[in-house]
């Protein structure tokens, strides 16, 4: 099946300081998903992507999606200690069978 | 609304035995899936069930079961219970297929000594 390589695993950043994590996939991907779990929670529905070349925002979250579908990344600019926490990406299929990339944990230092 | 529901949050079992989680999904929801998660391997998906049919299976040992009840209520169950079944199982549900947000519970956190 489909997998996704997510980079880095881990990134200390320092309060304010922005932060970008990686999915790739070696296929087109038909959609991506991005996902938060912060420790000790449940993975949180975050965004879809769709069409090639997609830019979201939310709030300090930009989130793409590579020309090709076949990679995207998730920009959080000026992190604040909220935003601690796993960042997962994940390959949509039929019925819901996700595919979740290993995840970037985050670590804000205030 | 209430969000996933899982039951029991926490619990503790002895190699061998078996165990069954419970989830309510939101209401509405008929779709609900099933994951894995441990720190070695992360997240894997386990099955989904829509209107009490499995319409799709994880690669897990025939061990791990589930069912889905015409309330779309979810269980699954392990058995023969191993170390490594030591892992958060979190239930995830959905309105109908592909396209609808699924939401994810606060999981159950299943410990095999």
């Known amino acids: 099946g489909q997998q996704v390589m997510q980079i880095p695993q881990y990134q200390h950043v320092q309060e304010g300081e922005d932060f970008t994590t990686y999915c790739n996939s070696s296929t087109t991907l038909s959609n991506i998903q991005w996902y938060k779990q912060r420790p000790g929670g449940h993975p949180v529905f975050l965004i879809q992507l769709v069409k090639s070349g997609e830019v979201k925002k939310q709030k300090r979250l930009t989130f793409q999606f590579g020309e090709a579908k076949k990679n995207s990344s998730l920009h959080i600019t000026a992190t604040q200690t909220t935003d601690v926490g796993t960042y997962f990406c994940a390959l949509g299929a039929g019925s819901y069978q996700l595919t979740f990339g290993k995840g970037t944990k985050l670590s804000v230092i205030p | 609304k209430a969000g996933v529901t899982q039951t029991p949050r926490y619990l503790i079992k002895t190699r061998g035995q078996q165990v069954t989680l419970s989830c309510s999904p939101i209401?509405?929801?008929?779709?609900v899936s099933w994951y894995q998660q441990t720190p070695g391997q992360g997240l894997q998906f386990l099955f989904e069930?829509?209107?009490?049919?499995?319409?799709n299976k994880g690669n897990f040992p025939g061990r791990f079961s589930g069912r889905q009840f015409s309330n779309s209520r979810s269980e699954m169950n392990v058995s023969t219970l191993e170390l490594g079944d030591s892992a958060l199982y979190l239930c995830?549900?959905?309105?109908?297929?592909?396209?609808?947000?699924?939401?994810f519970g606060e999981g159950s956190w299943l410990t095999v000594v």
């Open positions: 209401s509405g929801h008929r779709s």
């Open positions: 069930y829509f209107s009490e049919t499995q319409r």
């Open positions: 995830a549900s959905s309105l109908r297929d592909s396209g609808n947000t699924i939401y």
